[in-house]
C-alpha cells in the first residue's frame, strides 16, 4: 500500500496567522502547508494570469496583481500589502510566456509558510498565504471588485474586474517546455585507485592530511563554502576510498538510468551526476547538479535529489537512510528533514509495493542523518538503500532494473503530488 502523508492545511495556515494563541506554534518561515501548480487555465478580463491550487483553492500571486490593472503597496512598518484596482490603467499587455500546464499541473510548487504579513484588498483584510518572499490569494476573493467565473467544460477560472481593461478571450496554447527538474544520483563509479590526482581534483576531491576525500559540511549558510572541521554532527573529513565498492556502482546506474527513462515519460526534466562507471564524482560536484548549469551561486532549480545505492552486509529489503540532524546549508527550507523523509518513503513504498524486494528493517534506517548528502543539498534529498547486492538480492537488483526504476520513478511522483 502507498502511504500518504497528512499535511497542515493552507486553512489552517491562514487560521494560525490569525490567532495569536496558536501563533506560538509556529515561527515565521516555518512551513504549513503546500502550493500546487494549476492546470486550470486562469484569467483577469480575459488576460491569462498564472495560477495554483491548495486544499481546492484556486491561488493567484498577489504581487502578480500589478500587471493586471492594480496597485499592490508594501508597507514594511505595517508589514502590510495593500491592493487596489488602479481605474487609470487603460491598457494591459498580454504575457504571452502564460500557457497551459502540461507537466506542470498539480505537481508541488512552494510551501506555504507562516508568515505575519497582513493582505488587504480594497481596504478590507483577506486570507492569504506566504511563499517565502510573495503572497499568494484566493482567486474568488477577487468576487468584491467584480465577479469571478469557473468552467469545467472550458478548463479555465476567470475574473471580471469592473472598470479595468478587458481583451477577448483566447484558449492558451500548450506548454511543453515547463519541467520540474529531478537530480538522480547512482553513487560513487570509478575506484579512486585507479584515478589520477589530476582526476579526482577535476572531481571536486580536496588533498587533506596526506589523503584525498572531502568535507562532509558547507559552512553553515554557505552552499559553496566547506566546513574544514567543523564542530558538525559525525567526522568531518571522508576519505575517498571509503565510497569504493566493485559490484554495486553498475547496479546503481542501471537502476537509475532506468528511473531516468520512465521520469522522462512522465514530463519530469531529469539531470544524473554520472552516466558512466568511470566517473567518481565528489559530493560537492553532484549537488551542483541542483543548480543551473552546475552553478553553486546561483539559486537552486532542482524539485528535490534522489541517491541510489544498494546495500551491503548480507541482509536482505529495501529503505530510504533518514535524514535527522542539524543542517545548516543555504536554501534549505525549514521542511527539508520532513520532506527528504517523506521522498525516501514514498520511494520505498513504491520499490516493495512493485518489485521482488521486500522493505528492510521496517523501510527506514536510523542514525546516519549525519550523510554528506544531508549537509550539502539544498533540495530535499531521499537517500535509497535498494536491497542488498551481496546477498540473494543480487538476483532482483540483476534482473528487475526495469522495474525498480519505474518505481522510483512512480515514488517521486508520488512525492510531487502531495
Request: charged share 20%.
Given at each position: 500500500?502507498?502511504?500518504?502523508r497528512?499535511i497542515?492545511?493552507a486553512?489552517?495556515a491562514?487560521?494560525?496567522i490569525?490567532?495569536?494563541?496558536a501563533?506560538?506554534?509556529?515561527?515565521?518561515?516555518e512551513?504549513t502547508?503546500?502550493?500546487?501548480?494549476s492546470?486550470?487555465?486562469?484569467?483577469?478580463n480575459?488576460?491569462?494570469?498564472?495560477?495554483?491550487?491548495?486544499?481546492?483553492?484556486?491561488?493567484?500571486?498577489?504581487?502578480d496583481?500589478?500587471?493586471?490593472g492594480?496597485?499592490?503597496?508594501?508597507?514594511?512598518?505595517?508589514?502590510?500589502?495593500?491592493?487596489?484596482?488602479d481605474y487609470?490603467?487603460t491598457?494591459?499587455?498580454?504575457d504571452?510566456?502564460?500557457?497551459?500546464s502540461?507537466?506542470?499541473?498539480?505537481?508541488?510548487a512552494?510551501?506555504?509558510?507562516?508568515?505575519?504579513?497582513?493582505?488587504?484588498?480594497?481596504g478590507?483584510l483577506i486570507?492569504?498565504?506566504?511563499?517565502?518572499?510573495?503572497?499568494?490569494?484566493?482567486?474568488?476573493?477577487?468576487?468584491?471588485?467584480?465577479?469571478?467565473?469557473?468552467s469545467?467544460?472550458?478548463?479555465?477560472?476567470?475574473a471580471?474586474?469592473?472598470?479595468?481593461?478587458?481583451?477577448?478571450?483566447?484558449?492558451?496554447?500548450?506548454d511543453?517546455?515547463?519541467?520540474?527538474?529531478?537530480?538522480?544520483?547512482p553513487?560513487?563509479?570509478?575506484?579512486?585507485?585507479?584515478?589520477?590526482?589530476?582526476e579526482?581534483?577535476?572531481?571536486?576531491?580536496?588533498?587533506?592530511?596526506?589523503?584525498?576525500?572531502e568535507?562532509?559540511?558547507?559552512k553553515?549558510?554557505?552552499?559553496?563554502?566547506?566546513?574544514?572541521?567543523?564542530?558538525?554532527?559525525?567526522?568531518?573529513w571522508?576519505?575517498?576510498?571509503?565510497?569504493?565498492r566493485?559490484?554495486?556502482p553498475?547496479?546503481?546506474l542501471?537502476?537509475?538510468?532506468?528511473?531516468k527513462?520512465?521520469?522522462?515519460?512522465?514530463g519530469?526534466?531529469?539531470?544524473?551526476t554520472?552516466?558512466?562507471?568511470n566517473?567518481?564524482?565528489?559530493?560537492?560536484q553532484?549537488?551542483s547538479?541542483?543548480?543551473?548549469?552546475?552553478?553553486?551561486?546561483?539559486?537552486?532549480d532542482?524539485?528535490?535529489y534522489v541517491?541510489?545505492h544498494s546495500?551491503?552486509?548480507?541482509g536482505?529489503?529495501?529503505?530510504?537512510?533518514?535524514a535527522?540532524?542539524?543542517?545548516?546549508?543555504?536554501?534549505?527550507?525549514?521542511?527539508?528533514?520532513?520532506?527528504?523523509?517523506?521522498?525516501?518513503?514514498?520511494?520505498?513504498?513504491?520499490?516493495?509495493?512493485?518489485?521482488?524486494?521486500?522493505?528492510?528493517?521496517?523501510?527506514?534506517?536510523?542514525?546516519?542523518?549525519?550523510?554528506?548528502l544531508?549537509?550539502?543539498?539544498?533540495?530535499?534529498?531521499?537517500?535509497?538503500?535498494?536491497?542488498?547486492?551481496?546477498?540473494?538480492?543480487?538476483?532482483?537488483l540483476?534482473s528487475?532494473?526495469?522495474a525498480?526504476?519505474?518505481a522510483?520513478?512512480?515514488g517521486?511522483?508520488?512525492?510531487?503530488?502531495?
Amino acid at each position: 500500500m502507498i502511504k500518504t502523508r497528512i499535511i497542515c492545511s493552507a486553512a489552517v495556515a491562514a487560521a494560525v496567522i490569525g490567532s495569536a494563541a496558536a501563533a506560538s506554534a509556529y515561527t515565521v518561515g516555518e512551513s504549513t502547508g503546500r502550493v500546487y501548480y494549476s492546470g486550470i487555465d486562469t484569467y483577469i478580463n480575459n488576460y491569462p494570469i498564472r495560477a495554483y491550487h491548495s486544499e481546492g483553492r484556486q491561488l493567484i500571486c498577489a504581487e502578480d496583481l500589478r500587471n493586471y490593472g492594480f496597485k499592490v503597496d508594501w508597507i514594511p512598518e505595517e508589514k502590510a500589502l495593500y491592493i487596489s484596482p488602479d481605474y487609470s490603467v487603460t491598457e494591459i499587455t498580454r504575457d504571452s510566456s502564460i500557457k497551459h500546464s502540461v507537466y506542470l499541473a498539480n505537481k508541488r510548487a512552494y510551501d506555504i509558510v507562516y508568515s505575519d504579513i497582513s493582505v488587504y484588498l480594497n481596504g478590507q483584510l483577506i486570507e492569504s498565504y506566504s511563499i517565502d518572499g510573495r503572497m499568494m490569494i484566493k482567486l474568488r476573493d477577487l468576487e468584491r471588485l467584480g465577479r469571478v467565473e469557473y468552467s469545467g467544460e472550458q478548463n479555465y477560472s476567470a475574473a471580471f474586474i469592473d472598470g479595468l481593461p478587458m481583451t477577448d478571450y483566447v484558449p492558451l496554447e500548450d506548454d511543453l517546455d515547463s519541467k520540474l527538474t529531478v537530480v538522480l544520483d547512482p553513487g560513487h563509479g570509478k575506484s579512486s585507485w585507479t584515478m589520477s590526482d589530476t582526476e579526482k581534483t577535476s572531481a571536486g576531491y580536496d588533498y587533506y592530511n596526506g589523503g584525498w576525500g572531502e568535507w562532509r559540511h558547507w559552512k553553515a549558510g554557505s552552499a559553496s563554502e566547506d566546513c574544514h572541521g567543523c564542530d558538525g554532527e559525525g567526522t568531518c573529513w571522508y576519505p575517498i576510498g571509503n565510497g569504493d565498492r566493485d559490484t554495486e556502482p553498475e547496479i546503481d546506474l542501471r537502476n537509475a538510468l532506468a528511473a531516468k527513462t520512465a521520469l522522462e515519460g512522465m514530463g519530469y526534466n531529469v539531470r544524473m551526476t554520472r552516466t558512466t562507471n568511470n566517473e567518481n564524482p565528489s559530493f560537492k560536484q553532484r549537488v551542483s547538479y541542483c543548480y543551473p548549469n552546475n552553478d553553486l551561486t546561483a539559486e537552486p532549480d532542482a524539485s528535490c535529489y534522489v541517491c541510489i545505492h544498494s546495500n551491503a552486509g548480507g541482509g536482505r529489503g529495501s529503505a530510504y537512510i533518514e535524514a535527522g540532524g542539524r543542517y545548516t546549508q543555504k536554501w534549505i527550507k525549514t521542511s527539508f528533514t520532513q520532506d527528504s523523509n517523506y521522498l525516501g518513503e514514498c520511494i520505498n513504498d513504491r520499490i516493495v509495493a512493485q518489485t521482488s524486494l521486500s522493505e528492510y528493517a521496517g523501510g527506514k534506517i536510523s542514525g546516519q542523518g549525519y550523510m554528506i548528502l544531508f549537509n550539502k543539498c539544498p533540495v530535499p534529498a531521499g537517500y535509497m538503500e535498494i536491497g542488498f547486492f551481496d546477498s540473494s538480492d543480487l538476483n532482483i537488483l540483476n534482473s528487475e532494473s526495469d522495474a525498480i526504476g519505474k518505481a522510483i520513478a512512480d515514488g517521486i511522483n508520488d512525492y510531487m503530488w502531495n
